[in-house]
């Protein structure tokens, strides 16, 4: 059992349709569909919606993707979708981690915690269950057996009270064949609802490459702790004991429009990397270029499709947190 890493090759790529639990639900609607329009170009889409929204879904997606209507009260599929693992080259199955609403900070939460096991049904791939509480967000992997997260969301103890660092590792070791866990502190200042998950600092790139989420400004909050995060990253070595390959990104930008007087951040790690293409966020004019210039020497074989994300942003998200990939294979009935 192996979990790929995001950058391979994917079957399709999940969606949630936004749920009545969003912020300015009909302004994240029109930028989900422009993400779904633009991705559709490179790979399959299939939107996952609660039954109660399914005919706006449809209306909106039917020509550019397979609508499921499937009961849930978040979107956010990255943190509460299965996570997908190959047991050969050609059979995916899936690890249907629980989920407790980003520690118990939201509500309702009850129709998400079954929509994993529902759409594994549907697609017929095979599910495990685990108790620990993991967000796909939370966690980034090499695809050769290495994960990185953080100490700020994983042993959180509004998540995982009753593991210890050794409990999970061994459940990451079981269910997603990882044999090494980079643990780094904590995620972004800003990034209080969910308990600083790692894609908003960290992307693996590839086996032994890995992107750093960096900044030279003294004065923001987040200095301290990337300078931290990439100090622990410098001195670790990976799963195959060798020292990473990193990449900083040393552009961390904020929206100039606000929501409710507040100011919002949207980093460019959170990228959503799919066949051909990466799916990149539009924030700050005077940034976006050079961030996506490092992005396209990473990536030269894709081209980078910048979009639109601020309403994803005040959410607590970017396109790398509402999309969720299957990899590919010969077993999924989509």
Not at 101 to 115: F, L, R, T
Request: net charge neutral; proline share 5%; hydrophobic share 35%.
């Amino acid at each position: 059992m192996k979990v790929p890493g995001r950058f391979e090759e994917h079957e399709c790529t999940f969606i949630t349709w936004p749920c009545f639990t969003d912020l300015e639900i009909n302004c994240l609607e029109k930028e989900i569909v422009a993400f779904a329009k633009k991705l559709s170009n490179y790979e399959k889409i299939v939107i996952i919606s609660d039954p109660s929204n399914f005919t706006k879904a449809k209306l909106h997606c039917n020509e550019i993707a397979s609508i499921f209507p499937i009961s849930t009260d978040w979107s956010w599929i990255r943190d509460n979708g299965p996570i997908f693992v190959k047991k050969t080259d050609e059979i995916i199955e899936a690890i249907h981690f629980n989920f407790n609403a980003w520690g118990e900070k939201y509500s309702p939460c009850n129709s998400v915690k079954e929509m994993p096991r529902l759409l594994l049904e549907k697609i017929k791939i095979k599910r495990h269950f685990s108790n620990l509480i993991l967000e796909g967000g939370g966690v980034t992997f090499d695809g050769n057996g290495t994960m990185v997260t953080t100490e700020q969301m994983l042993l959180n103890k509004n998540r995982n009270a009753n593991y210890t660092k050794k409990d999970i590792e061994n459940e990451v070791k079981k269910l997603l064949g990882i044999e090494k866990v980079i643990w780094l502190k904590k995620g972004l200042f800003e990034d209080k609802g969910t308990d600083g998950h790692v894609d908003c600092v960290a992307e693996y790139l590839a086996p032994g490459k890995i992107l750093i989420q960096t900044i030279y400004d003294k004065s923001n909050p987040n200095y301290e702790i990337l300078k931290e995060n990439y100090n622990i990253i410098k001195n670790e070595t990976d799963a195959s004991g060798n020292k990473l390959d990193i990449i900083e990104m040393p552009y961390l930008p904020y929206f100039s429009q606000k929501y409710k007087n507040n100011i919002y951040v949207s980093p460019y790690t959170n990228y959503y990397v799919a066949n051909r293409v990466v799916m990149v966020p539009e924030v700050d004019i005077t940034l976006d270029q050079k961030a996506y210039k490092i992005i396209e020497q990473i990536y030269p074989e894709r081209e980078i499709c910048p979009v639109q994300a601020f309403y994803q942003a005040i959410g607590g998200g970017g396109p790398g947190c509402i999309t969720q990939q299957l990899p590919k294979g010969n077993n999924a009935k989509i």
